[in-house]
Nanobody, 113 residues
Framework: VQLVESGGGSVQAGGSLRLSCAASGFTFSFYYIGWVRQVPGKGMECVSS????????YYADSVKGLFTISRDNAKNTVYLQMNSMKSEDTALYFC???WGTGYWGQGTQVTVS
């Protein structure tokens, strides 16, 4: 399994970023996938996750209505659109797929100032 995140960066509060995660090494379209984030000194937080057929999604309360998860099974890619960002969204964001198996990407840093 290989997961490669991209799209992080620095943004001002209220701004937007779109994270991408390109997956390989497993049948992407079969699996539940998601995004987690880590703030230094704090634990991991599940940000959002998505069923294989996109029939169900999960969002942490802190990002509901602000972030949108999506996937393109043809491209083996999952996205996280982050809007109206806050300083509390500053974290290292990881793609996790297949969900619950312990596979993570290298992470992409998001800084909101």
């Amino acid at each position: 399994v290989q997961l490669v995140e991209s799209g992080g960066g620095s943004v001002q509060a209220g701004g937007s970023l779109r994270l991408s995660c390109a997956a390989s090494g497993f049948t992407f379209s079969f699996y539940y996938i998601g995004w987690v984030r880590q703030v230094p000194g704090k634990g991991m937080e599940c940000v959002s996750s998505l069923y294989s057929d996109t029939s169900a999604t999960y969002y942490a309360d802190s990002v509901k209505g602000l972030f949108t998860i999506s996937r393109d099974n043809a491209k083996n890619t999952v996205y996280l659109q982050m809007n109206s960002m806050k300083s509390e969204d500053t974290a290292l964001y990881f793609c996790a797929a297949p969900w619950g198996t312990g596979y993570w990407g290298q992470g992409t840093q998001v800084t909101v100032s």
